[in-house]
Antibody, heavy 118, light 107 residues
């Protein structure tokens, strides 16, 4: 059974870079023609699609975040990562990593709360 | 971006009720629509994809319908485990967008 697990700091200072890693178990990132992505949810609010990376390395980003965002994959570690630069309080959210077999997210990590505060 | 709306925003219902949630898109998304269920403190769970296809393991009391700009999620007989928030998501075009959610609570 495929499992995803986010890891990373729970607190990031304003203007710094938010970095999260998603570790995949129960299957190999490189062997699956799937999209590996990130979705976030500010406390008490709805879901926002951040972006995803195809197993081949092609990326698709939300234009609202594109200038600050990098999603990458490390097949040797069976991980993919999110880097969001120049964060503000508006980036405070639970960040979920997901796998999308055909664009919809059928597997989710448990979520990682990241608070942006000095 | 394609804007998604949902109605109602909150729905109070009783166990055994038939519940219907509506999702509308600002432009056609064909049948590229998914529904998710989310409980407090948990990750969303995929219920329906391609507007009406039931995800494996999801109870058959959940069903989806619609195409183009109007979609519905129906729970035929509400169970205690179904009290949660429900979100629709279009994946017809980037950026993928979600509806604001519908909270189903106990009447």
């Amino acid at each position: 059974q495929l499992q995803l697990q986010e890891s990373g700091p729970g607190l990031v200072k304003p203007s710094e870079t938010l970095s999260l890693t998603c570790t995949v178990s129960g299957g190999a990132i490189s062997s699956s023609s799937s999209y590996w992505g990130w979705i976030r949810q500010p406390p008490g609010k709805g879901l926002e699609w951040i972006g995803h990376i195809y197993y081949s390395g092609s990326t698709y980003y939300n234009p609202s975040l594109k200038s600050r965002l990098i999603i990458s994959v490390d097949t040797s570690k069976n991980q993919f990562s999110l880097n969001l630069s120049s964060v503000t309080a508006a980036d405070t959210a639970v960040y979920f990593c997901t796998m999308a077999t055909e664009y919809y997210s059928d597997y989710w990590g448990q979520g990682n709360l990241v608070t942006v505060s000095s | 971006d394609i804007q998604m709306t949902q109605s109602p925003s909150t729905l109070s219902a009783s166990v055994g009720d038939r519940v219907t949630i509506t999702c509308r898109a600002s432009q056609s998304v064909s049948s590229w629509l998914a529904w998710y269920q989310q409980k407090p403190g948990k990750a969303p769970k995929l219920l329906i994809y391609k507007a009406s296809s039931l995800q494996s393991g999801v109870p058959s009391r959940f069903s989806g319908s619609g195409s183009g700009t109007e979609f519905t999620l129906t729970i035929s007989s509400l169970q205690p485990d179904d009290f949660a928030s429900y979100y629709c998501q279009q994946y017809n075009s980037y950026p993928f967008t979600f509806g604001p959610g519908t909270k189903v609570d106990i009447k």
